[in-house]
Every structure is written in structure tokens, then in C-alpha cells.
């Protein structure tokens, strides 16, 4: 899986509960970025974070809070306010952050899968 | 609209046969595409990457194909082996990385 590792493998959560899912790599890699993956659907991009201390929403960012205190930890909490949280949650890393450069490939973490109950 | 629009949703082949994965885009400006092997309940690893000025590029017995023109991808699996059963996704990069546009993907199933 590339130096991307995720924790917990699978996580459940009672409605109303905040759940923080951990990323961490070993690859030197400046971006960070976090998806959501559902059944049917390509992956949808919820934050990302192009350097340590700042991180920018994705498309789908309600309801998610990151930070970005290291450049080895990108850890994603999905709050109560995220109405429907079950779903494959993937973290990827890139060398470098997208800036014009023709390559830019991700490197992804073998995922994360969170049930509500 | 940036879209990536794979076909077939799922396909089931014999061991040993050939097959071909279609994935058609409509994102601009166009950076690079990529095609990523997905395991069920894995994170995908990369398979393929081209750019606009490549039209083919093989990793063993995947073989990508780009038709920058029509915007269309093609992955063709070579004597398919059972674990070649996973998800096969187009990813496509438009306007020099900043936006990733990820395909639904394709569920091969291969059987013995």
C-alpha cells in the first residue's frame, strides 16, 4: 500500500458521535488527500492539504473536519453534522502538490470502512 | 461538465480469455489519465499513466490505450488470471492536476 497506512481497518459509530479516522505516511509526500468511496460512485474528494498547517475543502466537505499538524499525519473526523457517514473513506498522498506538473500520482491507503449503527 | 464515464459496469470472463475496459471522458484541459486496480476492501494501485502525447502504455499484461481526439481510454487485460477479479477505475487530471476526476469503475470478475 505504498507507505500509506490507515487505522482502524473497520470502525463503527452510534449516530450523534464524532469518529476520527488516522493516515499517516512514511513517503515524504507534501499532499495529503482524503475520499469518500460509495458503492457505484467514483471516489469523491472530501479535504486535501497541500502542505503542513493548511488543508483546503474538496467537493464534498460538510460535515468533515482535518488537520494537518505533521507532514506524515492527515487525520479526518467525521462529525455528527455528516448525515450519512457510512461509507469506504481511502487517504492518498502525492509527491508533490498539483502545480502544472503533467504527473502527479496518488498513492493510496488501503482504506478505512465506517459503519453507523 | 467534467465527467469520466466507464463501461462496462461489471463483466465476468474465463480464466485465460482477453478483455477490454472502456472509459470515456469529457474533461478540460486535459493533464494525464491514469487506470488503478482496486481489491475489494483495498485502497486502488496504480496501473497505467499517460499524458496527452502518449497513446499507449503496458504494465505486463495491461495494456492502456488513449485516444486524446475522441477522449477515450481503453484497458485491455491480456490472458486474465483469477486475481485480476477486482475494480478497475479511470482516473483523468485536468487543468495541470488541480482537479482529479475519478470514473465509477469497472467490477471484472474472472472465474475458473
Known amino acids: 500500500d505504498g507507505g500509506i497506512t490507515q487505522s482502524p481497518k473497520y470502525l463503527f459509530r452510534k449516530e450523534g458521535q464524532n469518529v476520527t479516522l488516522s493516515c499517516e505516511q512514511n513517503?515524504?509526500?507534501?499532499?495529503m488527500y482524503w475520499y469518500r468511496q460509495d458503492p457505484g460512485q467514483g471516489l469523491r474528494l472530501i479535504y486535501y492539504s497541500q502542505i503542513v498547517n493548511d488543508f483546503q475543502k474538496g467537493d464534498i466537505a460538510e460535515g468533515y473536519s482535518v488537520s494537518r499538524e505533521k507532514k506524515e499525519s492527515f487525520p479526518l473526523t467525521v462529525t455528527s453534522a455528516q448525515k450519512n457517514p457510512t461509507a469506504f473513506y481511502l487517504c492518498a498522498s502525492s509527491i508533490d502538490p498539483p502545480s502544472g506538473q503533467s504527473y502527479n500520482e496518488q498513492f493510496f491507503g488501503p482504506g478505512t470502512r465506517l459503519t453507523v449503527l | 461538465k467534467n465527467q469520466v464515464e466507464q463501461s462496462p459496469q461489471s463483466l465476468i470472463i474465463l480464466e485465460g480469455k482477453n478483455c477490454t475496459l472502456q472509459?470515456?471522458?469529457?474533461?478540460?484541459?486535459?493533464?494525464?489519465l491514469r487506470w488503478y486496480k482496486q481489491d475489494t476492501g483495498r485502497g486502488p494501485v496504480s496501473l497505467t499513466i499517460?499524458?496527452?502525447?502518449?497513446n499507449t502504455k503496458s504494465n505486463g499484461r495491461y495494456t492502456a490505450t488513449l485516444d486524446a481526439d475522441t477522449k477515450q481510454s481503453s484497458l485491455h487485460i491480456t490472458a486474465s488470471q483469477l486475481s485480476d477479479s477486482a475494480s478497475y477505475i479511470c482516473?483523468?487530471?485536468?487543468?495541470?492536476?488541480?482537479?482529479?476526476?475519478f470514473g465509477a469503475g469497472t467490477r471484472l470478475f474472472v472465474k475458473a
Open positions: 499517460m499524458t496527452f502525447s502518449e
Open positions: 482516473v483523468v487530471s485536468a487543468n495541470g492536476g488541480f482537479k482529479t476526476i
Open positions: 472509459c470515456n471522458y469529457t474533461v478540460s484541459p486535459f493533464s494525464n
Open positions: 513517503l515524504n509526500h507534501d499532499a
